[in-house]
């Protein structure tokens, strides 16, 4: 598999986008969004069984645990703990000790090396790979199978470098190819298993996850809305975007994107002339810029509460403190300055607009299509 195998074709049709809408979002109906999908309580609990715990979703880089270390957190109510043992073998398990339901590791969003796992309550141990290793006063419980109340563990694997789970424990995971479709080789074509894991933040934000994962599939607000920051790289919203099963694929046009036309095709690529960007459904973003990688993961707390992930993927380790002054800059432009200060913002005023009544229905015009093609997937996964 070539590069140019690869990126050629979407090459050619945005170059042809910048001279002639041609694509198919140019025929597409102008649609309506019902207000009421990031507002209504049943709307929002169906999700959350029918996406949320039932799809894989992507939990993170394998680079951000080294062997012997694991990190606790909580998405959608439920307490995880991603471990990785010295062999480098992950797991990923319901943070909670099996004998009366404490909490394992209490340090959220931190990395922790350990050696085992003790329950802070009663003192029960477990191993790295989940299963129990010891209980304090043994005889109280001649019962006890041991190798019965090890962790809970949640579905998961790792492809491409990344760790995806499900939520429910006694859910199947799909084979994650068949489960990416086209995306899978172009994860692969990009190296993303070959990145490193350089910061994460995150923070929870007034806004429907759907309010979010919208603002990040439509070019037509980038070079309005990031006009004192990253718009002006942008051509005024040109891209080219596909629908891949339930996902979404864009390339989307630079104002240095014409300068392809001087290289061979093996040498064009979709971060250094283009941005690209995948939406794995239900809630992975993944925007290519031109020399890291920005992960987001929209985890819902609430019909008008999500837990926002940004991770920062990096090719390599910084080598010295220019390169690791590079990247906090980078890191602190695109967190802070884009994602959390312009994006974020304008999706918590949206939130408090829909309670206001003052819209009956969002207009999505056909530099939104995307919108339709990622609401339409949600309605056709929920019963």
């Not at 969004?33 to 929002?44: K, S, V």
């Not at 000790?97 to 909490?103: F, Y």
């Not at 050696?115 to 006890?144: I, K, T």
């Not at 980078?330 to 200060?341: A, E, P, Q, Y």
Request: aromatic share 8%; hydrophobic share 40%; net charge negative.
């Amino acid at each position: 598999m070539t590069t140019a195998t690869v990126w050629q074709p979407l090459f050619e049709r945005l170059m042809a986008e910048m001279d002639r809408r041609s694509s198919p979002d140019w025929q597409a109906p102008q649609v309506t969004l019902d207000p009421a999908i990031y507002q209504a309580p049943e709307r929002f609990a169906a999700e959350r069984q029918h996406l949320f715990a039932r799809l894989p979703l992507c939990l993170g880089h394998a680079d951000q645990l080294e062997p012997g270390s694991v990190l606790a957190f909580e998405l959608c109510g439920v307490p995880i703990l991603m471990a990785r043992g010295r062999d480098g073998t992950f797991g990923v398990f319901l943070n909670v000790c099996r004998h009366r339901g404490a909490r394992l590791v209490g340090e959220q969003g931190e990395v922790c090396r350990k050696q085992s796992l003790v329950c802070p309550y009663h003192g029960w141990a477990y191993r790295l790979d989940g299963s129990l290793a010891g209980v304090p006063r043994a005889e109280a419980f001649p019962d006890l199978d041991k190798g019965l109340r090890g962790l809970r563990r949640l579905p998961s694997t790792v492809r491409h470098g990344l760790v995806w789970a499900m939520l429910d424990p006694d859910a199947e995971l799909p084979e994650m190819a068949a489960y990416l479709g086209e995306l899978d080789r172009e994860l692969e074509a990009i190296g993303i298993a070959d990145h490193r894991f350089y910061r994460q933040h995150a923070v929870t934000r007034a806004a429907n996850w759907k309010l979010i994962v919208d603002a990040f599939l439509e070019v037509y607000h980038v070079t309005r809305l990031h006009a004192g920051t990253i718009g002006p790289f942008f051509s005024d919203a040109v891209a080219v975007n596909d629908g891949v099963g339930r996902h979404v694929r864009a390339l989307i046009a630079r104002e240095d994107t014409p300068e392809i036309l001087s290289l061979p095709p093996q040498q064009w690529s979709p971060q250094q002339h283009a941005t690209l960007v995948h939406f794995v459904f239900p809630n992975s973003i993944f925007i290519y810029h031109p020399d890291y990688i920005s992960h987001l993961g929209l985890f819902p707390n609430a019909a008008d509460q999500t837990l926002f992930v940004h991770t920062m993927l990096i090719p390599e380790k910084p080598a010295d403190e220019k390169a690791e002054a590079h990247w906090r800059r980078s890191f602190d432009l695109i967190d802070d300055g884009v994602f959390n200060r312009e994006d974020l913002v304008i999706c918590e005023q949206i939130q408090r607009g829909l309670k206001s009544g003052a819209n009956d229905a969002l207009i999505v015009g056909r530099l939104e299509h995307n919108l339709h093609r990622f609401h339409a997937s949600i309605d056709a996964a929920l019963p």
